[in-house]
């Protein structure tokens, strides 16, 4: 087909595969739903040992408006990076291929992002059981337009701005400012991504549609590995975040207490993953966690960050430098949840 529509579409869809041969047929079925005239759809195979590459393959001449990319194993981010110079699209979106996209509410936000002239659009997605197809939670966000020195805060309270699933991006503003995804980052890409774009967006939407699909296993949160250099993504991330809010003139001690504690919180679940050394050593890595978080921000300050009484306690012990008593809550609770579901 070479007419105009398809040789410039409204939207391309980016989409790494690696080793997906058992979500692939669920996604196929979604994103064949789309248009063939407004969305062109790139499969980019990572090295695949399975039969993804040949199922891409077969669903590529069942649809024109699909290419299948195919390149040796360099991760997820040097697969969207080629796919993303390959897109054609006014817009790009990006999917994983263990998960789906919702094809009429994507195009209800295409058609939003293209009235509104916008550098980006925000959507709303549901994280669900991958097994059961249960709904576990769903973001809630209200449609407006985007107002960076508001909604940047909001987006990054609500968890809704590291993601690049839950967005469409202005192909042009990535190409105009050479804007990739960093490869070789094992933890943190998605969030330098936006970050990068964010900092150029003029205008965009808040789009309340649910359009993604978000699978997770059922003890997802429990069976990943430990992470060594978890705490120094927070680092980056929080000190790039403090940065821009300063700029912008709307920093705050406060927001930045709470996601210093946030992190706090978060280095103590990943360190009770660490196998084998002793407890002592787990605790003094905690402890050096915890003397660099106090460093960057006045803890005393902390809120909680979202709702629940384990979020509030938590909060309170931080508040109060009862990181010790912290810590081995976090650390054995994490172990007593892990033995519960077979984790060792």
Known sequence: MTSESVLTPDLSVVVPVYNAIGSLPTLFEHLQALPADRVQILLVNDGSKDDSLATCRGFEKECDNVTVMDQPNGGVSAARNAG?????????????????????????????????????????????????????????????????????????????????????????????HAIEFEEGVALGEDFRFNLDIFVHVQQGVICNDDVYRYMVGQSESLTTSYNPRQFTYFEYGLGRVEKLLRERGIYSDAFMARHWTRALVNS???????????????????????????????????????????????????RHRQDTLLFFIVFFGTKYKQRKVGVR
């Open 268 to 318: 103590a679940q990943n360190i009770a993953k660490r196998g084998g050394p002793a407890l002592s050593a787990a605790f003094h890595e905690f402890r050096d966690n915890a003397r660099t978080a106090r460093r960057q921000a006045d803890l005393g300050q902390a809120t909680p960050w979202q709702a629940g009484r384990q979020t509030a306690l938590m909060t309170r012990l931080v």
């Open 84 to 176: 993303l110079r390959a897109a054609r699209g006014r817009y790009v979106a990006f999917c994983d291929s263990d998960d789906y996209l919702e094809a009429a509410p994507l195009l209800q936000v295409l058609d939003k992002a293209v009235d509104a002239d916008a550098d980006v659009a925000v959507f709303n997605y549901a994280t669900m059981d991958e097994s059961t197809g249960q709904i576990l939670r769903r973001s809630e966000l209200e449609e407006h337009g985007f107002d960076f020195d508001r909604d940047f805060p909001m987006l990054y309270e609500a968890g809704l701005f590291n993601p690049v699933f839950n967005k469409l991006f202005r192909a042009d503003l990535l190409h105009r």
